[in-house]
T-cell receptor, first 112, second 118 residues
Framework: GQQVMQIPQYQHVQEGEDFTTYCNSSTTLSNIQWYKQRPGGHPVFLIQLVKSGEVKKQKRLTFQFGEAKKNSSLHITATQTTDVGTYFCAGPLTSGTYKYIFGTGTRLKVLA | GAGVSQSPRYKVTKRGQDVALRCDPISGHVSLYWYRQALGQGPEFLTYFNYEAQQDKSGLPNDRFSAERPEGSISTLTIQRTEQRDSAMYRC????????????????FGPGTRLTVL
């Protein structure tokens, strides 16, 4: 079964509200990636975090990697309808491997 | 090409038939992944190649599934004696050379092949 869990599973927000999805791994990750998948589309890479406690920003998106490198979060400020989609985190559960395990995903709907 | 391409985009087959799914990665990308994605779920790792070498095939569900990448570019995922439970979206992704597991590793996904086994 999945060893990378994300919460919430679904989130509906009004346009302009903030949104956060959390990713939790059962093991320490050497790095964590975030992907966005639009309805009917394929996953698109957003970012990769490597260092413990790392925080990166991309315009309205803020990504954080936990100090223990077992959790991560993605925060979107002032959501827009273009943010609609499913957000996945992914990481190699076993150190030194390239076997990426994807999280369960958070599906975001933005109401105009 | 501009991105990762996969063919066919849709495949309908009868139970017991063999199918071959093709992935054409971004030119020059050394690493190639195969994933399976069920509706509403995240991609599930199947196998991984570096150049032509299959580095990890631990995600292949059983011995009916196999993959190859003989010249380090195009890859084929083959499913023998298909079963209804094999129905899913099969996705391929490629990335540039990785020097270590913590190296930058943006994966570029293809559009996928939707496999339906009747």
């Amino acid at each position: 079964g999945q060893q990378v869990m994300q919460i919430p599973q679904y989130q509906h927000v009004q346009e302009g509200e903030d949104f956060t999805t959390y990713c939790n791994s059962s093991t320490t990750l050497s790095n964590i990636q975030w992907y966005k998948q639009r309805p009917g589309g394929h996953p698109v890479f957003l970012i990769q975090l490597v260092k413990s406690g790392e925080v990166k920003k991309q315009k309205r998106l803020t990504f954080q990697f936990g100090e223990a490198k077992k959790n991560s979060s993605l925060h979107i400020t002032a959501t827009q309808t273009t943010d609609v989609g499913t957000y996945f985190c992914a990481g190699p559960l076993t150190s030194g491997t390239y076997k990426y395990i994807f999280g369960t995903g958070t599906r975001l709907k933005v109401l105009a | 090409g501009a991105g990762v391409s996969q063919s066919p985009r849709y495949k309908v087959t009868k139970r017991g038939q063999d199918v071959a799914l093709r992935c054409d990665p971004i030119s020059g990308h050394v690493s190639l992944y195969w994933y399976r994605q069920a509706l509403g779920q995240g991609p599930e790792f199947l196998t991984y190649f570096n150049y032509e070498a299959q580095q990890d095939k631990s995600g292949l569900p059983n011995d009916r599934f196999s993959a190859e990448r003989p010249e380090g570019s195009i890859s084929t995922l083959t499913i023998q004696r298909t079963e209804q439970r094999d129905s899913a979206m099969y996705r391929c992704a490629s990335s540039a050379l990785q020097l270590a597991a913590s190296s930058y590793n943006e994966q570029f996904f293809g559009p996928g092949t939707r496999l339906t086994v009747l």
